[in-house]
């Protein structure tokens, strides 16, 4: 007898629906897996068996067929577990078959029958969704995630028995109530602005990066702050718009990441990978596809720390989505492509030893200083918006009372708010063919802009960036037009000289 049951797959961060079809056969009593099933479904077997029996079912004692459908996409992951088992219980006469139309079905089964979260539930819901199911039925521990998805009924079960009892009818479920975002606050743990002493214009270009999400490298001596300053980028952050905390929390979902209570992210991320890290746990990838640390600063912040020391097949890697937004990966079935549209923090010191252009006595000689400023390679330079070469903080200017944090908060909170309302978009995402006298860009600023191209000698590329920045600037300014003047302050920060 042939059965099937509905359920879905994680491809990227997306999901995908999956038919489990179910045959039961005369033959020699045996269970098969078919359709592209990675190690941890070929295991279910043993887990199906254990937990079908434990539960009070028969386990049929004939040839046992699973196609997992489409065949083609590569599945992996421990969620097929309960729609595999109820459909040996449909295929052998255990269950009405008729009643699994409805009812899409993820979760991972322990041996004694009981009902296990599984990564990925989110995007897991959507696709059930998009499928037109009506209803899918998930572990509890993973209810509060997939009720964040609208429009599909949601329940969660404890267990095996719990799943049957409920498609059978015998005792049903309660729908689960939509998940409502949790209220954003503030990340306790990062810094405070004012905690930084002196450093007026490396904080300005904090200031300024956060604002309109561009990307800001900090160049000094070692002990100088820059990365507490960096850090301080997470707690000036705007919260997440709906559309955006969704898009975050689905990539946290996939990669087993989410807060079960809270699985709506609220929090722009701020992700601070160490130097060491492979470049596949940079960008993601591997035979079990994951999100990487970009994909997971998605909306947020990538502070890279000592940027220099790493790989720089790393530093490479990062160029695509610092471009596009996106991070590529092939498959064997084709090519994926993940959300990785971060905004980059790097800090590094101008050279080896860290004392060049400081006070103190540099040891470096010429050819390892000229070595370690190329690593810094043109793909990352040019994609660096801001740059700011830090000096020692002399001690007059350490004197000078730091303004509280709420007051840069509510500037870059006002300003974010703009530019949204004004285009729709950050600044950063702004495109050439939109700086118009719309967006303040009015035709005798679009001069000054190729004079001053000319005149430093600036890519294209380089010269659109420093034109973001500058409407950036503007609107901290509360101003309409972008000025002269913010266009300079924007030109100040080119990441020129990089390194000694
Ligand atoms: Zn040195």
Redesign the pocket.
């Known amino acids: 007898m042939l059965a099937e049951t509905l359920s879905a797959a994680v491809v990227g961060v997306d999901g995908t629906p999956v038919r489990v079809e179910v045959d039961v056969a005369f033959g020699l009593p045996g269970l098969t897996i078919v359709g592209l099933a990675g190690s941890a479904i070929q295991e279910a077997r043993d887990r199906v068996r254990s937990a079908l029996r434990n539960s009070g079912f028969e386990i049929p004692s004939r040839r046992v067929t699973i196609n997992l459908a489409p065949a083609d996409l590569p599945k992996e992951g421990t969620g097929f577990d309960l729609p595999i088992a109820v459909g040996i219980l449909a295929a052998s006469g255990q269950l009405d078959p008729g009643r699994l139309g409805d009812t899409a079905l993820v979760g991972e089964l322990a041996l004694d029958g009981g009902l296990r979260p599984v990564p990925g539930v989110m995007a897991l819901a959507a696709a059930a969704r998009a499928s037109g199911v009506a209803g899918i039925i998930v572990a509890e521990p993973n209810l509060a995630e997939a009720a964040t998805v609208r429009e599909i009924a949601v329940f969660g079960a404890a267990s095996l028995g719990a799943a049957v009892g409920h498609l059978s009818g015998r005792r049903l479920l309660d729908a689960a109530e939509p998940t409502s975002p949790s209220a954003w606050r503030p990340p306790e743990d990062a810094p405070d602005l004012s905690e930084v002493l002196g450093q007026r214009v490396a904080r300005r270009a904090v200031e300024i990066a956060v604002a309109g999400r561009h990307n800001l490298a900090l160049c000094g001596p070692p002990g100088i702050g820059k990365t507490l300053l960096l850090r301080c980028a997470a707690g000036l952050q705007p919260p997440l718009r709906d559309d955006e905390a969704i898009e975050v929390s689905r990539i946290y979902s996939v990669a087993g990441l989410v807060d079960r209570s809270a699985p709506l992210v609220r929090r722009r991320p701020f992700r601070a990978p160490h130097h060491t890290i492979s470049t596949q746990a940079l960008v993601g990838g591997g035979p079990r596809i994951r999100p990487g640390e970009a994909s997971l600063a998605h909306r947020g912040v990538l502070m890279l720390d000592e940027a220099l020391h790493f790989r720089s097949d790393a530093l490479d890697a990062l160029r695509q989505p610092l471009e596009a937004g996106t991070v590529t990966i092939a498959r064997v079935d084709g090519v994926l492509f993940l959300p990785a549209r971060f905004m980059l923090l790097a800090a590094f010191n101008p050279?080896?030893?860290?004392?060049?252009g400081s006070s103190r006595q540099?040891?470096?000689d010429e050819g390892a200083?000229r070595r370690y400023g190329a690593r810094l390679s043109g793909p990352l330079r040019d994609r660096l918006d801001l740059y700011v070469r830090m000096e020692t903080v002399v001690t007059a200017s350490r004197a000078t009372r730091p303004e509280a944090k709420a007051v840069a908060a509510a500037r870059i909170q006002a300003a974010w708010c703009r530019q949204l309302e004004r285009q729709g978009i950050p600044n950063s995402e702004l495109s050439l063919a939109r700086m118009t006298a719309e967006q303040g860009f009015d035709a005798d600023l679009l001069h000054l802009i190729d004079r001053r191209g000319h005149r430093f000698e600036l890519s294209p590329r380089r010269l659109h960036r420093a034109a973001r920045v500058a409407r950036t600037i503007a609107d901290l300014e509360a101003s309409a037009a972008v000025s002269a003047q913010h266009l300079d302050e924007a030109l100040r920060y080119r990441p020129e000289e990089i390194a000694a």
């Open positions: 050279c080896p030893c860290g004392w060049s540099c040891r470096c200083r």
